[in-house]
């Protein structure tokens, strides 16, 4: 970028800034941040959500994991077969589910939207809060994004 050209980006950017203006940018895989988790270092004992949560896929283990002592995070984890490139990331409903505990739909799960906790390339996700609500475990291996089951724990 030449420098004239990068001084009126930069004004721009500082009228907009200054001027209280909003710039929206659509969720996907390539802009999903931490900053859509809902805990970080969440410190407990996580266990394995089986019933196709968790799951096998290109010689990996996926887990989708539910904290276990106060059950309100869920996580995601990369188990066994780690690859460079592989990516990861926990899902989240945004419809709640009181009073119940299993899988949902893809169409139940996603009815009111649905968040994105990652995607992270390390062996596992930040924590999305999970009390009454649906989350899956995602990742994307070589070039195929493969989720499990949303459950509501």
């Not at 096998?56 to 188990?79: P, T």
């Not at 009390?131 to 070589?142: H, I, K, L, P, V």
């Amino acid at each position: 970028m030449n420098k004239p050209l990068l001084g009126r980006v930069v004004a721009a950017s500082a009228v907009l800034i200054g001027s209280g203006a909003i710039v929206f940018v659509p969720a996907s895989v390539a802009s999903a941040t931490e900053d859509d988790c809902d805990g970080t270092a969440i410190v407990g004992r996580f266990r394995a959500v089986e019933s196709g949560a968790s799951f096998d896929f290109r010689g990996r283990r996926v887990e989708l994991q539910n904290e276990s002592a106060f059950d309100r995070y869920s996580r995601a984890e990369i188990k066994s077969g780690r690859k460079s490139g592989d990516r990861l990331w926990v899902d989240r409903s945004f419809q709640s589910f009181p009073n119940f505990k299993g899988i949902v739909t893809d169409q139940q799960a996603k009815s009111e939207g649905w968040k994105m906790c990652g995607p992270y390339t390390g062996s596992r996700t930040q924590s999305v809060y999970n009390s009454n609500y649906a989350a899956r475990a995602c990742g994307e291996f070589d070039g195929i994004t493969k989720c499990g089951k949303w459950w509501v724990d």
